[in-house]
């Protein structure tokens, strides 16, 4: 990601040539920032696993109210917390190729796995991007999310 002559800036530049140019991600292929399709079929499958995950081990019932409700939310958290915590990736992440790294380049560490998780489960934040294509939530973990092929 960022060579080591240059140090990752956190503030918005007018014109960065490409989304994570100024991070040192490449403009595309292996390293580009990821674009919104791959993100968004990550979270569905993610969403979907832990929609099954929670139906077996919690006794959720689609379409079911009160509490049981939150149990795939609930999954999913602790799926984004351990995952990207440790790896980098979720399992959606992983088959659409894509990974979340710190802003250097590594793996993004406990911390801002639990920013990036609880920040995901309220949703607004992740519908906010700015021109590197990071959500709020991945601004507030300093994380990005990058190709990976």
Known sequence: MASPQSSPSTEPAADTGWP????GCAESGVTSVARLGPRVLALIIDWALCSVIAAGLLGYRWGGSGSS???????????????????????????????????????????????????????????????DQRGLHDKLARTILVRTR
């Open 69 to 131: 409700g939150f149990a795939p939310l609930l999954v999913f958290a602790v799926e984004n917390i351990l995952l990207v915590g440790v790896v980098g990736s979720t399992i959606g992440h992983w088959i659409v190729g894509v990974r979340v790294t710190r802003l250097d380049g590594a793996v993004a560490g406990p911390v801002a796995a639990i920013i990036r998780a609880v920040l995901l489960c309220v949703v607004i934040p992740a519908l906010i991007f700015d021109t």
């Open 20 to 23: 994570g140019k100024r991070f």
